[in-house]
């Protein structure tokens, strides 16, 4: 039997079988919505009118509890008023809202649920119920709420922790890495670190990217730059991240900046490398000795026999270059053993006079030599023969930097020397000094020179000219009366050499390194100290408070900007460092100069200052001092700023 018609399913269904399919699809739905998600309807008030079981759990109410409660009955008040707000004008305009809410159970715990509000309209377009869906989330929130600590702590480290993706480009850059480094985090997201960081050597670098994809983890060291294009030495530790599968994502490293402490070591090393060629030197130096006294014992005896001129000729020429060597031999021991001469009292003026007159009579015309020195010049205790040597060694060295001609200046002065200046300078004490300054108009000596000049052999010029003793053999001398030397040379302008050499004491004279008390006072003028070593912000605190200042401290700029915005109309005077890491002296300048205009400003720096006088966008800064500078040159330059 074959039928034939339309089949059920094509059969238009009567206005009541549609009801009840709909009626039934609807209870199908919320059968299913109810066993997926935290469901609520509330009329157009908020009031709950049904929770299911879901509901029921997460928030710790019974349903009784919950039917016929104001939503309030699990606001957790985390949530802004402007929240609640977006919340209820989107529902009551009749649109969906859509967020994630903080909300609390009966028991005062907190959980979150993304939610979802739907509004009920009708005829007129009304809401007159709402329906809230939710998802409980609060896991996810807990985990980005321990990785927001954890970066919080990350940021706490000194070091610099980054995170790159296989292609180096950057995922995360710390507080330290921008301390470090000077950019910040949002400047360098998604950038290429190599390119960046300009990391050196290549070869290493390379061999790093190898060895963390095949053992998974690195170390080493790198040079890289920093923002302000300086080079600074990190000690790098790579680990290689992998994802679940065990395949690699990202590369997590710490750089530790070590820049200073292996300066520090290379000092070090300078120093015991000083030591062993000093005691090699030393060592060969009285053999020769031993060689060439019986040399020139023979001489003397076969001058006496030799009777022909020729003979006699040749025998002084022999004399003469072997007392050459005898005197190179002094030298070379003089450096090596230290020097311990007769001490007298010593007028350094008669020194510099006669020093001026050897060298105008023996250096060439195109060189220009100027003195100056006071007639009430300290004495001091010395060995005037060595001290002359001191001296013409640096002259020498000045003439033969200035092959083209020039200009040496010798100039001498009284200058008390305290604890100030003594933190600045590692090799000086505190005390009364007569300096002795040699400067000349030459090329300057870079600041790579500038470290290695006073070792011993090492010499700039040719072999047969510098025998790479002179600068060593005079800080030998100087140290050995107590002094110290203070170079200071600009690229282009000149090198100038001061010889501190400490004065003898005289009755009546004060003591040496005491504070003077005849120096400005301070009137309880607030003075904001900004400089990143705490030897100098501790003893210019000490001295400033001494002088009746109050002070303010910063270790860098940045916490100078924060201290400045709390007591902008107390400070009297900001006294900066012009070298400091991470927020230098010329940037914090220009940021205090934006919160006030009329910020009075004392900058110091130990590279010289004329380097910074000619940045136009310095022009504020009132006085310029010279690191490192004494407790008169501070107050003086105080008082000068405060009186006018
Ligand atoms: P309120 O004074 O209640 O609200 C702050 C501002 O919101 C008011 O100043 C007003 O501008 C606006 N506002 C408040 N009530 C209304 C209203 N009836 N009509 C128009 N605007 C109004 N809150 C939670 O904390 N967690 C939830 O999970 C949650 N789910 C909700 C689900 C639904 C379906 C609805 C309708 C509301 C929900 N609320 C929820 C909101 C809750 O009703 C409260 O408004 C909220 O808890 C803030 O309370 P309050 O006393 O701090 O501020």
Known sequence: MTTSGPTPLETSPSPDEALERSLKELADIKFALDQAAIVAITDQRGIINYA????????????????????????????????????????????????????????????????????????????????????????????????REQAALLDQAQDAILVRDLNHNILFWNKGAERIYGWLADEVISKNATVLLATKPVALFEEANRAILEKGEWTGEFRQLRRDGSEIVVESRWTLVRDEQGGPTSILIINTDITEKQRMEAQFLRAQ???????????????LNNVLSPILMAIDMLQLKANDEATRKWLEVLRANASRGADMVRQVLSFARGVSGERVAVQPRHLIKEIVKILRETLPKSIEINFLVPDDLWLISADATQIHQVLMNLCVNARDAMAEGGA???HAGNE?????????????????????????????????????????????????????LGLPTALTIVKSHGGFINLYSELHKGSKFSVYLPALDAPGTAAAGA????????????????????????????????????????????????????????????????MMPFMDGPATIRALQRMNPAVRIVAASGFGTSHYQTDASLEGVEIFLDKPYTAEKLLKALAQILKS
């Open 52 to 147: 299911n079981d879901k509901f029921c759990q997460i928030s710790q109410y019974s349903r009784e509890e919950l039917l016929g409660q104001d939503h309030r009955i699990i606001n957790s008040a985390y949530h802004a008023k402007e929240f609640i707000r977006d919340l209820w004008t989107t529902i009551a305009g009749g649109k969906v809202w859509h967020g994630e809410i903080k909300n609390r159970a009966k028991d005062g715990t907190y959980y979150w649920v993304d939610t979802t509000i739907v509004p009920f309209l009708n005829e007129e377009g009304k809401p007159y119920q709402y329906i809230a869906i939710r998802s409980d989330i609060t896991e996810r929130k807990r985990a980005e709420e321990r990785i």
């Open 273 to 287: 490398r000083m030591e062993s060629i000093g005691t090699l030197a030393g060592g060969i130096a009285h053999d």
């Open 408 to 410: 040496i200046s010798i």
């Open 416 to 468: 008390v020397v305290d604890e100030n200046y003594a933190r600045m300078h590692v090799e000086a004490n505190p005390g009364r000094f007569v300096v002795i300054s040699v400067s000349d108009t030459g090329p300057g000596i870079s600041q790579e020179m500038q470290s290695r000049i006073f070792e011993p052999f090492f010499t700039t010029k040719e072999m047969a000219k510098g025998t790479g």
């Open 515 to 578: 504070l003077q008390t005849d120096l400005p006072m301070g009137h309880g003028e607030l003075i904001l100290v900004v400089d990143d070593e705490e030897s100098i912000r501790e003893i210019t605190r000490g001295t400033l408070e001494t002088f009746g200042y109050r002070v303010l401290i910063a270790s860098e700029g940045t916490e100078a900007l924060a201290l400045y915005a709390d007591h902008k109309n107390e400070v009297a005077v900001v006294l900066t460092d012009m």
